[in-house]
Nanobody
Framework: QVQLVESGGGLVQAGGSLRLSCAAS????????MGWFRQAPGKEREFVAA????????YYADSVKGRFTISRDSAKITVYLQMDSLKPGDTAIYVC????????????????WGQGTQVTVSS
């Protein structure tokens, strides 16, 4: 079993930055691919970014490419999402997810989910 706990959300003005963290516990962290998804009110959950267990492979949604960066620190058992140039459209609950094998952009592929952290971007 894997437990995931997100942190780092908050309220920020458009153009600002936030850094989300996802701390994993309960299983060998280095064997898991990790992903970030988000869900805004009234909208379906959507993929944001994912990273392989090695950290060598990364995927991004087109809407965040060039603005968001996913990374992981295996020693500290944490995955990060650096969010720059934030827009009001980025407002959502951001949720961390984990799965065995390779990283994907499909929510249904992920077995473990955190509770989420709220990100609000004001105009």
């Amino acid at each position: 079993q894997v437990q995931l706990v997100e942190s780092g959300g908050g309220l920020v003005q458009a153009g600002g930055s936030l850094r989300l963290s996802c701390a994993a516990s309960g299983r060998t962290f280095s064997s898991l691919a990790m992903g970030w998804f988000r869900q805004a009110p009234g909208k379906e959950r959507e993929f944001v970014a994912a990273i392989s267990w090695s950290g060598d492979t990364k995927y991004y949604a087109d809407s965040v490419k060039g603005r968001f960066t996913i990374s992981r620190d295996s020693a500290k058992i944490t995955v990060y999402l650096q969010m720059d140039s934030l827009k009001p459209g980025d407002t959502a609950i951001y949720v961390c997810a984990a799965r065995s094998l390779r990283a994907t952009m499909i929510a249904q592929d992920y077995n473990y989910w955190g509770q989420g952290t709220q990100v609000t971007v004001s105009s």
